[in-house]
């Protein structure tokens, strides 16, 4: 179970998971290595974040994550020796933007487990970091994520939340949205 | 920050009352210790507030030379409603609110007058 010291992203996030999945904690692949899980080759990320759910003790986590060699380094972090990665784990509930998320995938290597944002939340997600920070890697993925699993991703759910979020937070500048979507278009 | 100061603590503490009402009266962000100087609290203790809110998800922070900018995390799930919550209880303390309204945030050309 332990990866081994070439082991991906997705080898790591799979073994962590599978550890935490048999503790009993459900734990959430979201965030950038969520995209890089989708798009390994065109992003990578060395942070892997996941959100539990919330009320999951520590010392469960802990101990799930020390049987793949991942130490607690700090509030929310664990470093493995071997690894590049670093495992994090962002307060949640899962969310991105105002609404929760209460459906994510379940993938499944083997005898491993890797629940992971569908490929429509991880473009809600990586366009609302362009859309709150302007940053324009966050706008590239995003648009490299609908490009590559544009059968799964729902643009018309994008569209409508796009348009929910903006109800809410009229600071939002509407015109990133059309960005994207014509980034998107000659494809 | 007067020790006897009467306003409720609403979010825990003093400090971290103030340090998210001033954030919320920011477009643009503080650096710690300015965000310390116009709330009249030392930087150490500001900086232990951010840390707290910064893992809660609440504010955010990113680098700029050798400083840190904080603000309020727009894409947190409740961030409308706090900065909603943050602007009304900023009418308890017009310190902070006069302070917000002196401090220019805008670029500004060098050499001239602040």
Redesign the interface.
């Known amino acids: 179970m332990i990866p081994p010291g070439d082991a991906s992203l997705v080898d790591v996030a799979f073994a962590a998971c599978t550890v935490l999945d048999r503790a009993g904690e459900t734990a959430v692949l979201c965030g950038g290595s969520a995209a890089a899980y989708y798009v390994p080759d065109l992003y990578q990320s060395l942070d892997i974040d996941f959100v539990v759910e919330v009320g999951a003790a520590p010392h469960v986590v802990d101990r799930a994550l020390a049987t793949i060699g991942y130490l607690r380094a700090s ?2 972090h664990y470093r493995n020796d071997r690894l590049p990665y670093t495992l994090a784990f ?2 949640g ?1 899962l ?1 991105i ?4 998320v209460a459906a994510w995938r379940t993938q499944r290597r083997e005898d491993r487990v890797l629940h992971v944002y569908t490929p429509t939340d991880v473009v809600r997600d990586r366009f ?2 362009y859309w ?1 920070w302007g940053d324009r890697t966050a706008l590239d993925v995003a648009l490299a994520v609908a490009r590559a699993h544009a059968a799964d991703v729902d643009l018309a759910a994008f569209t409508a939340w796009t348009e929910r979020e903006l109800a ?2 009229p ?1 939002y500048d509407p015109s990133r949205i059309g960005r994207f979507l014509a980034n998107l278009e000659p494809l | 920050m007067r020790r006897d100061d009467l306003r409720p603590a609403v979010f825990g503490t003093a400090t971290r009352d103030r340090v998210l009402i001033r954030l919320a009266l920011s477009e643009n962000g503080l650096h710690v210790r300015e965000l310390a100087r116009q709330i009249e609290s030392s930087a150490n203790a500001v900086h232990r507030v951010v840390i707290g809110l910064e893992r809660a998800g609440v504010v955010v922070s990113r680098p700029v030379g050798t400083t840190r900018i904080v603000l309020l995390n727009r894409r947190w799930y409740g961030a409308v409603e706090l900065r909603a919550l943050l602007e009304r209880l900023a009418y308890a303390y017009p310190e902070v609110r006069e302070r917000a309204r002196t401090y220019r945030e805008r670029p500004r050309r060098i050499g001239k007058p602040r």
Do not use: F, K
């Not at chain 1, 933007?97 to 929760?100: A, V």
């Open positions: 509030e929310g962002p307060i509930p969310a933007g105002r609404e929760y609302l970091h709150a809410a937070d600071s």
